[in-house]
């Protein structure tokens, strides 16, 4: 056991010091505790290693203030994030962290890592645990939690509040989210698969998961969904293609985005195939990123549980299977095929407020099942997007049991058509 407070850790002490106090203990590995009581202001990122337990004692809170250098970063992060390396049995528990007006702006083509925005950050990590996690305070980018490259995580207890998304997942297999209380103004839960350049630091696979006993709290106003769920599709590199923001490519062994300003929609000729092994790099004036040693050509998600859950605020949409197709990200590039997203299950899901449409789905989607579901005025819409010509909408297997909804229920576009068997009620 390390007490972290015995190592200058002190709610007395200036946001630098204690931030170099908690990093020297973080870096001893092993169990590292907080035991005192107290506002603990913080300003620079702790980065945490293998086989560690940071361990936030009750009455423990942290004060985000910015950074001396002028650049702030996550509040925490693995040490492998920046080196592309796995860390693993890394576990937090306890933390209250205020934000306190502080994000990142380590930020678009000069970030360390591009699509990196979050307070905890955990990118490269297997067997990660976060237990009792409260959250206040998010502003306008930072995600409270961000988590890809993973392999078996944990995230259990929380409460998040502010405007960004709260639990923001990539590329990754294996997680279950639990028993967690959502004020947030974008996205509580977002799987995402595929995302903007900016807001994912890989794109892959994202299998496997739970998320169980959670609460979407009411509030006046929001955007986004109370879980958002993304697919994409690209193609490989050739020459003279015409690229955007988050377009993707694979060559030479490796996967690539696009980083560019999203705001102006260009599209930007390519005559060279981008070769580098890590970072940004810039070919015929377009930004590439590297992101992944593959040429996958595809990415959703699949085995997905949503179970016990409570949605207690007014939403267009509360569960969306969804394809981008904009200036900030076309998740479909022409000609590409998309690999449906599949095995969907909604279990007990409790509908309090005025929720328009239940699940809506505008991807390539297959086999969803529905379990102990009154829709009561909500719907369930498979759609398609006009723009993304030539995708291919495979036929959806709905699969009920002990659900309440009439024919107006279902909206379904003839595109995107549906079979729905075993219906109880």
Known sequence: MINANEYGFLPENSPHKNSEALQNAVDRGGCIQVVTPGIYRISEQIEIGDNTCLVFGEGVILYREASVSGINRCAFI???????????NIEIRGLHLECNGIESNDFGVDSR????????????????RIDGFCCHGL?????AIQVSAFRNIELNDLYITGNKDGVHLGWGDGFVIRNGRFRTFDDPIALNAFDYATSNTHI?????????????????????FFCRILGGAWCRWYRGMQVQHSDTVAVNGRTYRVLMNPKDGRLYTSETAPCHEKGIAEYDGIN????????????????????????QKKRDTGIALSLNYDTYA?????????????????ENVVIENDVDILLHS???????????????NSKLCFDAVSQ??????????????????NESTVKVNPKHPVKITAVCR
């Not at 502003?139 to 995600?143: A, E, I, M, P």
């Not at 299998?207 to 609460?215: Q, R, S, T």
């Not at 076309?330 to 909604?346: A, H, K, N, W």
């Open 78 to 88: 693995n040490k492998g994030a920046l080196r592309g390396e796995y860390n693993s």
């Open 113 to 128: 890592i591009a699509g990196l925005r979050a307070q905890v950050a955990m990118i490269y990590v297997e067997n990660l």
């Open 139 to 143: 502003l306008q980018k930072d995600y």
């Open 204 to 224: 892959g696979w994202i299998e496997n998961g739970i998320i169980e006993n959670c609460v979407d709290l009411d509030d006046s106003s929001t955007t986004g």
């Open 288 to 311: 590439w990123v590297a992101v992944r040693d593959t040429e996958e050509l595809n990415c959703g998600c699949r085995n997905i549980i949503i179970r016990n859950c409570l949605l």
């Open 330 to 346: 076309r998740s479909f590039y022409p000609g590409c095929v998309c690999v449906p997203q599949s095995d969907i299950t909604l």
């Open 362 to 376: 505008t991807y390539p989607t297959e086999r969803v099942t529905l379990k102990n579901i009154d829709f009561k």
């Open 388 to 405: 993304a010509e030539g995708i291919i909408y495979p036929e959806v297997e709905i699969k009920t049991e002990n659900v309440i909804f």
